[in-house]
């Protein structure tokens, strides 16, 4: 009698048993999807604001200053030989301060 009882109510309400999982996911999402996005967000602007005259940090470690633009891409002066590099726009992952030179 007890059983039948229980598997009614578990049978009467199936979304009880993936509100656990949904709520897994809600997690996820607002810890890990939404930061990364924001992120990637964050980058793409950076990446679009930039100018001549900008000291940059490229992905594989080189500081350089921006000395020409293009569309997609870029030509550093690097230091100390004063050497430049072109380079892809998508490799730059940040600004670097002059004093950091």
Known sequence: MFLNLLLQQQSSNPLVG????????????????MPMQRQKKQQQKMLKELQNGMVVVTSGGIVGTIVALEDDMLVLRVKPDNVKLQVARSAVSSLAAEAKR
């Open 18 to 33: 993936f509100l656990p999982i949904l709520l897994i996911f809600a997690i996820f999402y607002f810890l890990l999807f």
